[in-house]
């Protein structure tokens, strides 16, 4: 309540205040049933004045499908003051930003919720990592409103025609949205997370039938306080070990307990950004005190049975980007190592090996324009995890290829993006047609679709029964 | 008598550039247009600019923005804040425009969050769905010297300060580049300013017709506060007007800079 009651406060002397408001609808239409039947409505407001400005909007959705996020909505990973003020299971606002733009000296401040983008690659997130994200929709959803914004300070100032500094100051310690295990794009894929089906009530039994795909047996002396006594006498005659799917079958539900971090001195996250500049040539170093925006996933014996815990941790990343530009073509690099991250896997009681591991990722990028108004992208890029046999095996490695493709007609009226983007080992991919055609300054339409290819294992795949067509008219006047 | 005035300046500086005149150069043209290139254009700009698009049947689309000019050592640099509509607000665009080792562009769409380094597109492609090209918006209504071969000049008949000057690419290169086979210019040689540009496409067809007009002289320094292109294939018209310009008042450096695109500056 007191954040809006600020907003208000805020966007109260209208005479200098300019209001944007919008409304967008927007259907996705799978293969066999609509998968999301959304009407948002927007409010900004936009203050300025001499020497300062603030900015504010707010947005309100209804989903009448209710298949992104069937059921009641967790909110744990999201600090107290970044969330949704749920209407009923089906709707919800949310302010994505207020934000208060000024100046101090030489340097320039952004207080407030706002998101914060210092990676530059399309589609692989190597240095977009300030803010967390949501994947109610996976991938497919648009980078400004999956992004979750976070209440920050960021200051920036100018190195001349150098360059320019940046800092930033996070006291809002919130995460990656995941899907639940019942959601349209509930994560499944042995290769990413298994938190996927952690989220909501299935607890131990998600878990376990996600284990169950790299997994041919489990212990079952480690999950003895919650496995009927029955299956136990059972696996004595079969090594102790049985199949995770038989385990899963007969295994009660969960409580899963959410370990958020509390905030003081030594978990606020902070960062830095040195960007450097000469001629043709860019070149920024970052630097990131931050938490994983994924738990580490841990089964603990608790004094009624067992507890699945999921914990957020400190890390460091250290960035680099670097790019130079040839006429029409521009060659980019961008490049992360972070100290620890957790791997996709679940630790079970007496297993002492290690959950994470250090982690990178890397994408080379070149973009050409043809033309007046056409842009080719390519991307060739791999996210992965350094691990060792002191580790619990998983993934450690993900080559990605990309192609972007933008082209512009009618005088920018008419706009079309194919993005398509695959692994290299399995060849998986996700392809991503989107057009819009601007009918008039104030109201847009946007038809698309989008389609998965590989096997039910892969990061893409897992979503092969999910191909859509979208479309979503808006109107902001 | 005023022409004569002029003829003999024309003269001085024909003979002060003798040098720089190249082969198949009118001496008077070269001279004209040398000045009109010199002309006095203060060392920075900020004007409110709103954009009339209007397609040869449908309706027209407006956009505003507020743009900031600076010419500097290393050349020019031009910022453009877009206003409105609401689709297009927050969109930033900025060009660095000197030497070869400096032309750059940077955009910011809100979408994105980020500015983003794009390639350089051809200075003769259409800047962002207008009517100019890219070296259209750079120039504003002066010509580069380097392009052109400036082969004839003649004065307008019973209007002694209007010259017609035609000018043809130095090469092919540079045709295909600007995207333009021949221009003639109207340019009045007493404000130094060009009123009109008919540019042929490679062809040698009528492309587009460019007109500046509402010349205005704001503390010394002489800006159109109109200009109108016309392009004679699609029948597709753009219109800018500058209105609230300031000439060398200061402002926030970042305004020109990729980091300003981001907001805050």
């Known amino acids: ?477 | 008598m005023r022409t004569l005035a002029f003829l003999m300046l024309a003269l001085c500086s024909s003979f002060t550039l003798s040098e720089s005149v190249r082969a198949g150069d009118d001496s008077t043209a070269r001279a004209l247009m040398t000045r009109i290139a010199e002309r006095d254009e203060g060392h920075r700009q900020q004007a409110e600019i709103r954009f009339v698009l209007t397609p040869q049947r449908g309706a027209a689309q407006e956009r505003t923005a507020l743009a900031y000019r600076e010419q500097g050592e290393e050349g020019r640099r031009l910022a453009l804040y877009f206003e409105s509509p609401r689709s297009l607000r927050g969109t930033g665009f900025l060009a660095w425009d000197g030497t070869e080792a400096t032309q750059d562009r940077w955009l910011y769409l809100p979408s994105l969050r980020r500015a983003r380094r794009i390639p350089s597109a051809e200075r003769g492609a259409y800047f962002l769905g207008t009517d100019l090209s890219y070296d259209d918006m750079r120039l504003f209504g002066k010509v580069d010297l380097q392009d052109y071969h400036f082969v004839r000049a003649i004065t307008v008949e019973g209007q002694p300060n209007l010259w017609d000057i035609e000018g043809r690419p130095v090469s092919e290169e540079v045709a295909k580049a600007l995207g333009y086979r021949r221009a003639f210019w109207r340019v009045d040689a007493r404000q130094l300013f060009v009123l009109e540009a008919r540019l042929h496409d490679l062809q040698d067809a009528l492309l587009k017709t460019v007109i500046f007009s509402e010349l205005d002289s704001l503390d010394g320094i002489v800006t159109a506060r109109r200009i109108t292109a016309i392009n004679h294939k699609t029948g597709h018209r753009t219109e800018l007007q500058l209105s609230n310009i300031v000439n060398d008042a200061p402002f926030p450096a970042e305004r020109l800079t990729p980091q300003g695109l981001e907001g805050g500056g």
């Open chain 1, 1 to 477: 309540m007191k954040v809006w009651a600020t907003l208000l406060l805020a966007i109260t002397p209208a005479w200098a205040t300019d209001w944007l408001p919008g409304v967008e609808l927007y259907l996705a239409q799978g293969s066999d049933a609509p998968q999301s039947q959304r009407f948002s409505g927007l409010l900004g407001a936009e203050h300025r004045a001499s020497g300062w400005s603030l900015n504010g909007l707010l947005r309100a959705e209804a989903d009448q499908e209710d298949r992104l996020e069937p059921g009641p909505i967790d909110q744990q990973h999201r600090s107290p003051a970044n969330r949704r003020v749920l209407i009923g299971e089906r709707a919800s606002a949310e302010l994505r930003e207020l934000y208060l733009d000024h100046r101090l000296g030489e340097w320039t401040l952004r207080s407030g919720k706002q998101q914060i983008v210092w990676g530059s690659t399309d589609g692989i997130k190597v240095l977009d990592v300030v803010n967390p994200q949501s994947f109610r929709e996976y991938l497919l959803d648009e980078p400004e409103r999956s992004r979750i914004p976070l209440w920050s300070l960021r200051g920036r100032r100018p190195l001349g025609d150098a360059g320019t500094i940046d800092w930033v100051l996070i006291p809002d310690l919130s995460f990656h949205e995941l899907a639940g295990p019942d959601a349209l794009f509930a994560i499944t894929s042995p290769l990413l997370t298994p938190q996927g089906s952690l989220s909501q009530p299935s607890g131990l039994q998600g878990l376990l039938l996600t284990l169950s795909r790299t997994t041919s047996s489990l212990p079952v002396d480690s999950l003895a306080p919650a496995i009927d006594p029955l299956l136990i006498a059972l696996a004595e005659n079969l090594g102790g070990r049985l199949p995770p799917e038989l385990l899963a079958a007969f295994a009660p539900e969960l409580q899963t307990v959410t370990r958020r971090p509390r905030l003081s001195a030594s978990t606020v996250e902070v960062g830095t950004r040195l960007g450097l500049r000469r001629g043709r040539n860019d070149l920024t170093l970052t630097l990131l005190r931050h938490h994983a925006d994924l738990p580490y996933v841990t089964v603990e014996t608790v004094d009624e049975g067992l507890e699945v815990q999921l914990d957020y941790q400190m890390t460091h990343t250290l960035g680099l980007q670097a790019s130079r530009s040839f006429g029409s073509g521009l060659l980019r690099f961008e490049g992360a190592l972070t100290e620890r991250a957790p791997l996709p896997v679940v630790s079970l009681p007496g297993d002492d090996r290690r959950t994470g591991a250090p982690s990178y990722g890397v994408v080379l990028g070149y973009d050409q324009l043809i033309g007046d108004q056409s842009l080719l992208s390519i991307q060739l890029g791999a996210l992965g995890a350094m691990m060792d046999e002191r580790h619990i095996p998983a993934n450690d490695h993900l080559p990605l290829v990309s192609l972007l493709w933008r082209d512009e007609w009618i005088r920018n009226r008419l706009t079309g993006e194919l993005f398509t983007m695959a692994t290299l080992d399995r060849g998986d991919a996700l392809i991503r047609l989107r057009t819009a055609l601007r009918l008039d300054d104030s109201w847009q339409l946007r038809v698309g679709g989008d389609h998965f290819l590989g096997d039910r294992q892969g990061v893409f795949g897992q979503f092969r029964d999910r191909e859509r067509l979208i479309f979503e008219l808006s109107w902001t006047p």
